[in-house]
C-alpha cells in the first residue's frame, strides 16, 4: 500500500492523483499530511503541489463531467471528512475508467458517497449564508465569528463580497483559525491574534461600536414582534435552525 500525502489543497490532492497514475499504483490512498500516520506495511509519499500537474488532472476531469460533478469534487475536498479522500479517489477512478459521464451512476458506491458528502457541505454553506451575524467595531469594520461544521468559507466568499459590497467585513472561521477580510475592494485569507479577553474571537465586545447593544436589542425586539406563539413549533424550527448555531444568533439570546 502506497500512501500518497497532500496539503489539504484541491490543488494538492488533484497532483497527489496525477502522482497515483504516474506510479500506476494501483494499491493507494491518498491522505492529508497531517493526519498520516505510518503503519507496519507500505510507505509513503510526500506529494508536493504542482500547479501543471492539478491542471492537467483537472482538464481530464472537465472534459468527463459538468460543473455538478466538479462540484462535488470542490465541495468533498473542503468536507475535512475522514474518508473523503478514498471517495474521491475512488469516483476519479470511475470516472476515467468510462467513457460516458458518470456523474448520475448511482449504483456505484463512490457516485453515491460523493454525493452524500456534497450535500452536506451544500447544506452547510446555505446555513452560512443565513445565520453569520456580524457586529459593528469602533473602527467602523463588520466582525462575524463563525464554527462550521465543513471549511465553507471558500464557497460563501463571493455571497457577502455580492450583498455587503459598501462596507469592510470579516468573517472568521474560529474552528479553523483564518478568515476572509474584505477591505471595499478585494477580500484577502487573513489569520488574527485574539486578545486573551476575547475568548479567542468567540467574544469581542470590547471592541463593539458604542450602537452595537443598540443594533443587537433592535434585532431581538424584530424577531419578538413576529414571533407568533401559538404556531411555533419546536420541531421543525430545530430542524431548520440546529442549536449549535444558536450561539452566534443574537435573537437566541432573548431575556
Excluded at 234 to 246: D, G, I, Q, T
Aim: charged share 25%.
Amino acid at each position: 500500500m502506497i500512501h500518497f500525502c497532500y496539503d489539504r489543497t484541491l490543488e494538492g490532492f488533484l497532483t497527489a492523483v496525477f502522482e497515483v497514475y504516474e506510479h500506476k499504483a494501483v494499491d493507494s490512498r491518498i491522505c492529508a499530511a497531517e493526519n498520516f500516520t505510518e503503519g507496519l506495511f507500505g510507505y509513503s509519499i510526500q506529494v508536493v503541489t504542482d500547479r501543471a500537474k492539478a491542471a492537467r488532472v483537472w482538464k481530464g476531469l472537465q472534459q468527463r463531467l459538468t460543473a455538478k460533478g466538479l462540484d462535488y469534487l470542490a465541495c468533498a475536498s473542503l468536507s475535512e471528512l475522514p474518508a473523503a479522500e478514498d471517495t474521491m479517489l475512488a469516483f476519479i477512478r470511475h470516472v476515467f475508467a468510462q467513457t460516458q459521464n458518470v456523474e448520475d451512476d448511482f449504483s456505484h458506491p463512490a457516485v453515491l458517497d460523493i454525493t452524500r458528502i456534497h450535500k452536506m457541505v451544500r447544506r452547510e454553506r446555505h446555513r452560512m449564508k443565513a445565520f453569520v451575524r456580524f457586529q459593528a467595531t469602533k473602527d467602523g469594520l463588520f466582525y462575524a465569528g463563525i464554527e462550521p461544521d465543513f471549511n465553507v468559507l471558500p464557497l460563501i466568499r463571493q455571497h457577502f463580497q455580492r450583498r455587503y459590497a459598501d462596507q469592510r467585513w470579516i468573517i472568521y472561521d474560529l474552528k479553523r483559525k483564518y478568515g476572509l477580510y474584505y477591505d471595499l475592494q478585494t477580500v484577502n485569507t487573513i489569520e488574527l491574534d485574539f486578545a486573551p479577553e476575547t475568548q479567542a474571537g468567540k467574544d469581542i465586545s470590547i471592541a463593539f461600536d458604542d450602537r452595537e447593544e443598540l443594533f443587537q436589542q433592535l434585532w431581538k425586539d424584530y424577531f419578538a414582534s413576529v414571533n407568533i406563539a401559538s404556531r411555533k413549533n419546536m420541531v421543525l424550527h430545530l430542524r431548520h435552525v440546529p442549536k449549535r448555531y444558536w450561539k452566534w444568533l443574537p435573537e437566541k439570546k432573548l431575556p
